[in-house]
């Protein structure tokens, strides 16, 4: 969610910056919920597909944001979480519970954007 509702903000909002979403295994397929609740934002699910964070991700990243207290110590990889974000776990949730993690989500994609115009 995070990554596709970022993207199309910042696009919106002429700001040179683009997400990459990744967790650390990065299997399956995106829940057909997830992209139903996205797209009721009039935002592009083409292409979105869970990842794994890799090593080139994390060098590439200028914000690294973590959910739910994720760490890199259980995986290969290691970095270190920049901000962390609140918003629930929409695993199993009900689609009027996972469209309120979604608006979540989009609040506080909303407020990185805003500080990272305001370096610019």
Known sequence: MAESIFNAHAAERLIDAHAESAGL???GAVHPM???CIEELG???EGLKPKQVTKEMVERAEVIVGFGGVNSQRNAIKFDVTEE???VN???IAYGS???VRDEI???VDDLLDRLSSRS
């Open 106 to 108: 989009a609040r506080d």
């Open 98 to 100: 996972l469209c309120a």
């Open 34 to 36: 997830v992209l139903r």
């Open 43 to 45: 935002v592009s699910v």
């Open 25 to 27: 295994l990065g299997v």
């Open 85 to 87: 974000w609140s918003a």
């Open 90 to 92: 929409p695993s199993g």
